[in-house]
């Protein structure tokens, strides 16, 4: 698909497996995958055509997977779907991983891999050697009792729940309440909320503890001494090391913490409290009611397409295809897991866009955020091989947190009102110089969890508060009377419990995300063909020539990271920062 052409989701053009081939079972799946592993490779032609259907059986077990994983969260009470992603996990996954570890192994001792085109086939095959290298028979039950057990996360936040005003509501919901200019209002809906969390506090920390011990005989299993160099290496993570992190947050804490500092002590001094209190955060500091952008999801969709056809016409496409399919699920309600996503559909080359709406300005964000990331799925899916466009979460998130920003001059749809608009704008730009140091907080955690493997709660609830106060130094913020719900707080973050060590990325991205903005508004034609063509290259080119591609720098040192900051400072101050 050009980037001009229509985006419309490709129908199942198969040529190795039957049109109608379902996922129902290892024992009928396993005939495919043998046929690949015993067929003979004389020379690079067939080689080529074997990775070819080797990607077209990839991609529909892949379709197969993700939709089961939907079903799960758009209603994690439905047992029959809870089932069938199961089923999947203990019936399908660990057979699939000891086959693909023998494909891998037949790919890399192939004689012919020499007179394959190295360019568009380097990202790949290292990729590829890696896997092998890290592959442990005896991990596969590890890695599947790891994924039965990081679903429970999301059962347990799902069902976590609030009366208030005579309404049950889900978390989601209830944080609208704290934009409500009535702190008696905030003040309820925040204790309510954070006594809810508390009642399965325990719950949620025997879980970790759970899942720590796995992922680290896992690691230990592969021959490393912990688990997050074990994750650094299987994540592909070929671009940067541990070491750049700590230098990242390092530079946040020095750099990015002192401006949100500023940002806490001028919403303290406009709102006049003392103490200012975490229910005080989200509140506009003129008083106004919190802004409300559309009705509801259906709404939202409608505003969004129409805000991304006025930035570009075939962003619009890909969203409006997306909801003729139906394949947006926006609205919260009860029983469905908490957060938002986008997941890529790779076979039919669409993409689902799953998010707990409640009609709030931070919905919009995340609608465009999300829309960036379907965007991203439809750019890369003619490349030739699922494999090219399986690209790293430091691109993906380029892609979406992108979108965030290019869509900002647009969000009168949503706001007719200037001052709203205003506000909303300025909450955008507030949002990037808050997230940072929370991102930091969030991987020197990580780091600290994981090369310290058999500690105590206590250890880790004494370490999240110290690295949290690190990167709130000077904050105004008063915690007293609410320690335990500040001791908990990282219980919030999924990645945490789901998906280790992908965190890390939104920082990298966010910065390359504010340089592409820069970038917009100083040649807008350009930086729109520059994010396509970035896009379009999947994960074919390291990381660092995609983020050129897209007319930007892959950095994270002192000096960029002050000067993406001095701009955004000043873009700040033109919405009245």
């Known amino acids: 698909m050009s980037n001009g052409a229509a985006a419309n989701s490709a129908s199942k053009h ?7 081939f379902e ?12 046929q690949l592993l015993d067929r003979p490779i004389p020379n690079v032609g067939v080689l080529q055509q074997w990775l070819k259907d080797r990607s077209e059986l990839d991609s ?6 993700r939709w089961r994983y939907i079903n799960m969260t758009r209603d994690t009470r439905d047992v029959e779907t809870t089932d069938r992603l199961q089923f999947y996990y203990k019936e399908v996954d660990p057979y699939l991983s000891a086959i693909n570890f023998q494909l891998n192994k037949k ?4 004689p012919f891999l020499n007179e394959l085109d190295e360019q568009k086939y380097f990202i790949y095959l290292r990729n590829v050697r890696k896997q092998i290298s890290l592959f442990r028979e005896e991990n596969l039950p590890l890695q599947k009792e790891l994924k039965l057990r990081e679903n429970e996360y999301a059962a347990i936040i799902g069902n976590m729940e609030i009366t208030y005003g005579g309404k049950t509501l889900t978390l989601q919901q209830a944080n609208a309440y704290l934009k409500n200019p009535d702190r008696n209002v905030r003040q309820e809906v925040f204790n309510l909320m954070g006594e809810r969390r508390l009642q399965d506090k325990q719950k949620l920390e025997d879980l970790f503890d759970e899942l720590l011990k796995l992922r680290h005989q896992v690691a230990v299993n592969a021959g490393f001494e912990n688990y997050r160099d074990y994750k650094f290496a299987s994540m592909g993570r070929f671009d940067y090391t541990p070491a750049d992190c700590k230098a990242f947050q390092n530079t946040v804490a020095e750099v990015v913490t002192p401006i949100m500092v500023k940002l806490m002590e001028t919403r303290q001094a406009k709102l006049g409290l003392d103490p200012l209190k975490p229910w005080d955060l989200d509140v506009d500091t003129t008083g106004r009611k919190a802004l409300k952008p559309y009705a509801d999801g259906t709404d939202l969709a409608n505003k969004t397409i129409q805000v991304l056809d006025s930035v570009d016409h075939y962003f619009a496409q890909c969203l409006e295809n997306m909801r003729q399919n139906n394949l947006l699920d926006l609205d919260s309600r009860s029983g469905k897991a908490p957060g938002g996503y986008n997941m890529t559909l790779p076979e039919t080359g669409s993409a689902f866009i799953f998010m707990n709406s409640a009609g709030t300005d931070r ?3 995340t609608m465009v955020h999300e829309a960036g990331h379907a965007v991203h799925s439809f750019l890369s899916h003619p490349l030739e091989l699922i494999y090219f466009r399986s690209y790293p979460s430091e691109v993906a998130e380029l892609a979406s947190m992108s979108m965030e920003l290019f869509t900002m001059q647009h969000w ?13 704008k300025k909450l955008q730009l507030e949002g990037i110089i808050k997230v940072l140091p929370w991102i930091a907080i969030i991987d020197k955690f990580q780091h600290w969890i994981y090369t310290h493997p058999g500690h105590t709660q206590q250890q880790r609830k004494d370490t999240w508060l110290s690295i949290y106060r690190e990167f709130h130094l000077g904050d105004p913020t008063n915690w007293s009377g ?11 973050q999924l990645h945490l419990f789901e998906v280790p060590f992908y965190y890390i990325e939104y920082g990298m991205a966010q910065l390359g995300a504010v340089a592409m903005w820069r970038q917009m508004l100083q040649n807008r034609p350009q930086a729109i063909a520059n994010y396509k063509a970035a896009l379009s290259l999947g994960y074919t080119r390291p990381i660092g020539e995609i983020y050129s ?13 002050n000067e993406l900051m001095g701009f955004l400072l000043a873009e700040y101050e033109k919405f009245g920062g």
């Open 14 to 20: 198969r040529s190795f497996i039957p049109v109608d």
């Open 23 to 34: 996922v129902v079972s290892w024992h009928q799946l396993e005939p495919h995958y043998q």
């Open 60 to 65: 529909a077990v892949s379709e197969d997977y």
């Open 107 to 110: 790919l890399a001792e192939s």
């Open 363 to 365: 919905d919009v964000k």
């Open 412 to 424: 009168n749809l949503f706001y007719a009102d200037d001052e709203e608009l205003r506000q909303s």
């Open 482 to 492: 609410l320690e335990e719900n500040q001791a908990h707080m990282w219980h919030k």
């Open 549 to 561: 591609t897209a007319g930007i720098e892959f950095r994270f040192d002192k000096e960029y990271i």
